[in-house]
């Protein structure tokens, strides 16, 4: 007589001598007489006991940060390096800085999901690292996602303006339009080399990234590692901002 074999219960994950990829089963039988059947062989097993592991980035519009304020949206895109299944949803929490409780991420690919975070005030002084980790996700044989993304699995939160504004400008000066006008790098005074430095027209109220669609005429930039900053050729007073790497923007200059 014959009746189904069947190998749900074998669990080859703990049989260390096989190594990933497509395995060849072969069977045969033996009865109580010791005769033996021919060898049945399947072809069609493949060994996966490598977890699925993810890499995160973020942006705030299409631009990549690694610098986030108060008020930011931003969207974490988790790159897997293979195909998870639907269920369970890969999630995303946070600590440090910023908690967020794990959460359902979207998927957009079977190996890409992303996840709007809005950022919130940083405790307990307004900066600080926020870290991420993943979960639930699982492959096609059912290993559980790497819960440390093996890269950007933090970003900086920061809420402090830059202070160093009258360092970088620190007296007054008259000038025509579109000349040269020395400044102090804002890398040397307390900033970075990846401040902007922001010479704005007095009557543009608010100063913020809007302003810069003025361009020339009454706004001009450079970066923090600058020495001089052209001046605008719009006639009138003008004070210099600096900007840092989160988007938080100084007062303005004394001078």
């Not at 749900?8 to 045969?28: E, F, N, Q, R, V």
């Not at 519009?61 to 890969?90: C, Q, Y």
């Not at 890409?112 to 044989?141: H, K, Q």
């Not at 933090?154 to 000038?175: K, Y």
């Amino acid at each position: 007589g014959s009746q189904p074999l069947s190998l749900a219960d074998i669990d080859l994950k703990d049989t260390p001598i096989l190594p990933d990829g497509d395995l060849t089963i072969s069977i045969t039988l033996t009865d109580a007489t010791g005769n033996t059947s021919s060898a049945a062989t399947d072809t069609s097993l493949e060994l996966d006991t490598i977890s699925p592991t993810a890499a995160l980035s973020f942006q705030i519009g299409s631009d990549s940060v690694s610098h986030v304020k108060d008020g930011d949206t931003v969207k974490i895109t988790a790159t897997l390096s293979e195909d998870i299944e639907d269920t369970p949803v890969l999630q995303i929490a946070s600590s440090g800085s910023n908690t967020v409780s794990a959460s359902n991420m979207t998927k957009g690919h079977p190996d890409e999901y992303t996840f709007d975070w809005t950022v919130g005030a940083a405790t307990p002084d307004g900066n600080g690292a926020t870290s991420f980790v993943l979960s639930l996700g699982v492959d096609a044989a059912d290993n559980p996602i790497i819960g440390v993304p093996t890269a950007g699995s933090s970003i900086v939160v920061d809420n402090t303006p830059p202070g160093n504004q009258n360092a970088v400008f620190g007296a007054n000066e008259a000038a025509k339009g579109g000349v040269s006008v020395d400044i102090t790098t804002s890398a040397g005074t307390g900033g970075f080399a990846s401040d902007d430095v922001w010479l704005v027209k007095d009557d543009i109220s608010p100063v913020n990234e809007s302003a810069l669609s003025v361009g020339g005429n009454k706004v001009t930039t450079v970066a923090g590692d600058d020495t001089t900053i052209t001046s605008p050729t719009v006639e009138g007073d003008y004070h210099l901002y600096i900007v840092d790497d989160a988007g938080n923007i100084s007062s303005a200059s004394t001078a």
